[in-house]
């Protein structure tokens, strides 16, 4: 069932409906549809003498003063497409490696956060380091099955964009932005948040 | 020669091909990618059934920012397609949208084959003989379909 859905996820749900190609940069319309920004900005001065109009719903719709450029980004289509593109890269490589921490015995697990082969013996280690012990881990008899790593690798919380070994903790509304720990205490103090 | 075609007409030409919309074929030209050869058969019930109705479809260079241009070839008795060929469709006007596509637009114009709307015409005298006498207006698209679309 989880396949499936993320299946059509990656199938029907990461496209922009104007290119058909995967979303780059996509913008969201007050009526939650979205399309890549190049897309929008083509469409918005083809229309010049007619109001902006929802290319699949046809609603009207009210520009910002920015244009087209100051709609919300959806961190939410960015961060799934560039899960998928994880998973898609994970099972191109070969399944069995060398343990990157002995590099003695043949890797029995991945870990999807710190990209390593780790063999039986090493295990132990990663997983009683805190930094590295609610890292999730992958049999490598199914790093090849592409849709079983997305489906691991789209439930994780992402990590933050400027602090690499942060995970994300909270939604900010007013910035559109993601944030970790150590971003809301520096960048986004007093600023409206989900967590 | 398709070199410079964008990747989005390359796609949709092959789900065209792969993936066939029951009663239409669009086949691109041989000399221009942009040409399309389309065939739409007369939807069930209405008086165009059993034609077979040539249309050509063109992408202009600002496709899918522009909508294609339809034409019918064959000669069609209907309010909304005149003496030559073109059809009165919001969608290839104003009503556009880029999250149309080709396969959408035979659509609608098999649909309007199945619904013909004298009351906003491009064919004015069909137009006031659907709306006068629309037995006498549904015969002769009938003979129609049988002299001109096979």
Redesign the interface.
Same mark, same amino acid.
């Given at each position: 069932m989880a396949e499936n859905v993320i299946q059509s996820l990656s199938k029907d749900f990461v496209h922009c409906?104007? +290119? @058909?190609?995967p979303y780059n940069e996509p913008k969201m319309l007050p009526c939650l549809h979205s399309f890549c920004i190049q +897309?929008l900005e083509?469409?918005a *001065?083809?229309t010049h003498a *007619?109001p902006l109009?929802c290319?699949?719903c @046809?609603r009207t719709v009210d520009l910002p003063s920015t244009g087209v450029n100051g709609l919300p980004n959806i961190f939410f289509l960015v961060s799934l497409m560039e899960r998928l593109e994880e998973a898609k890269q994970i099972s191109k490589q070969d399944k069995y490696c060398n343990c990157n921490i002995c590099r003695n015995k043949i890797g029995t697990m991945f870990c999807v956060d710190c990209k390593m082969h780790i063999c039986q013996d090493c295990k132990g280690t990663h997983n009683q380091l805190t930094r590295s012990n609610d890292h999730p881990m992958i049999p490598s008899e199914n790093l090849s099955d592409e849709s079983y790593l997305q489906e691991v690798i789209s439930t994780q919380t992402p990590y933050c964009k400027v602090h690499k070994e942060e995970k994300v903790y909270c939604y900010y509304t007013q910035c559109s932005q993601l944030a970790c720990q150590k971003c809301a205490t520096v960048v986004h103090q007093g600023h409206q948040s989900l967590q | 020669m398709s070199s410079g075609l964008p990747r989005r007409i390359i796609k949709e030409t092959q789900r065209l091909m792969t993936e066939p919309v029951s009663g239409i074929s669009a086949v691109p030209d041989e000399q221009n990618a942009r040409y399309f050869h389309v065939h739409i058969a007369g939807p069930k019930d209405s008086p165009f059934e059993g034609g077979n109705f040539k249309l050509e479809l063109f992408l202009p260079e600002d496709y899918p920012m522009a909508a294609p241009k339809v034409r019918f070839v064959t000669k069609i008795y209907h309010p909304n397609i005149d003496k030559l060929g073109r059809i009165c469709l919001d969608i290839l006007k104003d009503k556009w949208s880029p999250a149309l596509q080709i396969r959408t637009v035979l659509l609608s114009i098999q649909a309007l084959l199945s619904a013909p709307n004298p009351d906003d015409p491009l064919a004015n005298d069909v137009a006031e003989q659907w709306k006068m006498n629309e037995s006498k207006a549904i015969e002769t698209a009938r003979e129609w379909t049988r002299v001109h679309a096979h």
């Open positions: 409906d104007i +290119c @058909r190609e +897309c083509q469409w *001065r083809n *007619r109009s290319p699949t @046809r | -």
